[in-house]
T-cell receptor, first 111, second 116 residues
Framework: SQQGEEDPQALSIQEGENATMNCSYK?????LQWYRQNSGRGLVHLIL?????REKHSGRLRVTLDTSKKSSSLLITASRAADTASYFC???????????FGAGTILRVKS | GAGVSQSPRYKVAKRGQDVALRCDPI?????LFWYQQALGQGPEFLTY????????KSGLPSDRFFAERPEGSVSTLKIQRTQQEDSAVYLC??????????????FGAGTRLSVL
């Protein structure tokens, strides 16, 4: 069974707008990662945030982590049509690094 | 190779048939993972190898599922007597670091299995 839950399940925005996706998880974690999946493709790693970090940036991506609330958010700024994809958060437990994924957020960026 | 390679990309099997799915990880990657992704869901862990040792197979749904990585490189996921509920995308991922580290996992494009 999956640990995480993302919300919203689906998000549709105009090109240039910002997109925010949220993820909640249930157990203690070592790291939290965000992955992107284009239709019919494998997952691509976007960003990793360690459990002792609160915020991380990478290009147009900003990730926050609140371990007290067991939640994370992914912000994509100035979205582009090419950002259209499914986005998943994934956590690994302290004792191993198999990933536990949420159900994902489907993002559609309209041009 | 440059990335994780999986074959075949698509597999159609009749119920009851055995199937074998192949994964070629990134050269030098110690860890290899198999995940199952149902339509509209996130991937779910099946099993994990560190080199040739299968360290965790807690996610395998039944004893019809079997995975091996005999030389610590290529891995094969075998499903015996396939059933309709086995229909899913099977993803392979490899990682440079061992369990307990910070492994970013690199995924293949997956094998889409359809059981009729």
């Amino acid at each position: 069974s999956q640990q995480g839950e993302e919300d919203p399940q689906a998000l549709s925005i105009q090109e240039g707008e910002n997109a925010t996706m949220n993820c909640s998880y249930k157990t203690s974690i070592n790291n939290l990662q965000w992955y992107r999946q284009n239709s019919g493709r494998g997952l691509v790693h976007l960003i990793l945030i360690r459990s002792n970090e609160r915020e991380k940036h990478s290009g147009r991506l900003r990730v926050t982590l609140d371990t007290s609330k067991k939640s994370s958010s992914l912000l994509i700024t100035a979205s582009r049509a090419a950002d259209t994809a499914s986005y998943f958060c994934a956590t690994d437990r302290e004792y191993g690094n198999k990933l536990v994924f949420g159900a994902g957020t489907i993002l559609r960026v309209k041009s | 190779g440059a990335g994780v390679s999986q074959s075949p990309r698509y597999k159609v099997a009749k119920r009851g048939q055995d199937v074998a799915l192949r994964c070629d990880p990134i050269s030098g990657h110690v860890s290899l993972f198999w995940y199952q992704q149902a339509l509209g869901q996130g991937p779910e862990f099946l099993t994990y190898f560190q080199n040739e040792a299968q360290l965790d197979k807690s996610g395998l749904p039944s004893d019809r599922f079997f995975a091996e990585r005999p030389e610590g490189s290529v891995s094969t996921l075998k499903i015996q007597r396939t059933q309709q509920e086995d229909s899913a995308v099977y993803l392979c991922a490899s990682s440079l670091y061992r369990a307990g580290g910070w492994g970013i996992q690199y995924f293949g494009a997956g094998t889409r299995l359809s059981v009729l």
